[in-house]
């Protein structure tokens, strides 16, 4: 499978790292890229030789959310397209939530919007502590719809009700107390910390590890078709609305939104 957005290398251990690749926009998600990560999560999880994924980014960001030619495309967009947009989406980060291998965060740098959701399937994050994160949908007129379903699992409601809803820019050590991110490191320690991580699992048994990681899925929040098309549906709803007309024209401007105090 050839790959334009994301990158898979795998080392003779079986550690695969999963990572990607348009550094000159931050790593953010385009239709091809949600595309490539429901490609490569299926790729990963019949990979017999994989034992462990690591999931990060290019360059300076780990990834900065929805493109915004992603983004306009949707704002022009019929519902019933932006509805599919959007569950394309929902599936890669439940491909992702649910693949069989444990699924280690590096994150390399700032983190917004989806971004946060492709940290909320990982079942450990490890960040750097010059990282910056932030549920940013709102500034936009818009809502985290469809990574809700895993960042509350993550979370849990109560924590994220302080950040979920102001679009604040919080750093790496807020993120940790929030549940986001498992450890906070320098970026100097940032391979050994993943190191660290990944080493237990090659003394595990793999069919043990991904019995216990569906365990823990089952025992968890439901993430179903319901709850995955509730989310697209909301979403929808809220793109309809003038403020997320003005908003992504603001931002695709450079602007201020006319209801930004």
Known sequence: ???DTICIMTDEIGVATLTLVRPDKHNAMSGQMIAELAGAAELLANDDNVRAVVLTGEGDSFCAGADLAWMRAQASAARDERIAEAMKLALAL???????????GRING?????GLGLMSVCDVAVAVDTARFGFTEVRLGLIPATISPYVLARMGEGRARRVFMSGRIIDANEARDLGLVSRVVPPIDLEAAVEAEVRPYLSASPRAVAAAKALVRRLGSEIDDAVIGETVALLADVWETTDAADGIAAFSDRRRPRWQA
């Open 110 to 114: 700032q983190a917004f919007g989806g």
């Open 94 to 104: 439940r491909a992702l939530n649910e693949l069989p291998k444990p699924l280690i």
């Open 1 to 3: 499978m050839i790959f």
